[in-house]
């Protein structure tokens, strides 16, 4: 499976954005999905995923309520909707695949290029 992500930008604190990734591969439609996020100096952690059927979702405490994570298996793409961001959500985000949707950055499977998300105070 490649990856390519997009939709990174410079947002105001309590805007939105959303970020999707693209997926090739035959597998798409049967692995699960995430996005990972690091911040300059911080090692990469888990936002949020979805299953393959996008019928089960988790979430990292500190997104729950603002992120919402989806997936359209005929367009092989997932998108990560984010509003009320924080400048502490400044970060790289990385599309992810995995076999689970309780992913950490050691199980995963195939990870995506970056893309930037800055939001300013």
């Known amino acids: 499976v490649q990856l390519q992500a997009s939709g990174g930008g410079l947002v105001q604190a309590g805007g939105f954005l959303r970020l999707s990734c693209a997926a090739s591969g035959r597998t798409f439609s049967s692995i699960a999905m995430g996005w990972f996020r690091q911040a300059p100096g911080k090692e990469r952690e888990f936002v949020a995923a979805v299953s393959w059927s996008g019928g089960m979702t988790h979430y990292a405490d500190s997104v729950k309520g603002r992120f919402t994570i989806s997936r359209d298996n005929a367009k092989n793409t997932v998108y990560l909707q984010m509003n009320s961001l924080k400048p502490e959500d400044t970060a790289v985000y990385y599309c992810?695949?995995?076999?689970?949707?309780?992913?950490?950055?050691?199980?995963?499977?195939?990870w995506g290029q970056g893309t930037l998300v800055t939001v300013s105070s």
């Open positions: 992810a695949a995995s076999g689970s949707i309780y992913m950490n950055s050691m199980i995963v499977n195939y």
